[in-house]
């Protein structure tokens, strides 16, 4: 025998702190791709190095979108089945789809300028962090409702699973981050190196 139990108030709770969760994600994207446009960098290398950063922002924000919508959908959808069967009160998520993130404004100037400790010190690495940390905290407030039964139990079982992948997503896409920096901090020092 299986027991089911379903929380409304702690479902419509999970809802509100899903909604921050993924806000926060959407927030430290903006966060990453201000960074790349504010750093000293301009010239021909620096439109070629926003381009690039600007690619790898895409695809891990497409993954990242994808995993966060598809944990919602998952736990609407598990929600929506016990609701019905057990004729129990209405539950709605109201949780919106992520709103774009702005890319960083790849432009080509005049004069070419760079401060390759400013470049170096980008602590891309943070928001990554933080939207690790967010994904994470997101399935630690699931695991709070009182949800017993088989649909409870897959809901968490799928949002645990695409967590797992979300921030093995974060992880690299930080260190790729970090290549694509280190890569240009070091073309523009040896360019710059005279010989004896």
Known sequence: MTHILVHPSEVVTYGITATNHFGEIVDQLQALTTMVDEVQFEGES?????????????????QIQAAMM????????????IQSSMQGVPVTLDIPEPTPVTESNARNTENAEMDTEALSGMNVEAPFQAIFDAFTQHKAALEKVTWLGNQGNAARDAVAALTTSATGVCTTYSADFRKVIDAQVLASTEADTVNA
């Open 70 to 81: 598809a944990m919602v959908t998952n736990v609407q959808t598990a929600v929506g089945n």
């Open 46 to 62: 620096a439109f070629q190095f926003r381009t690039d950063t600007n690619t790898l922002v895409k695809d891990f924000n497409t």
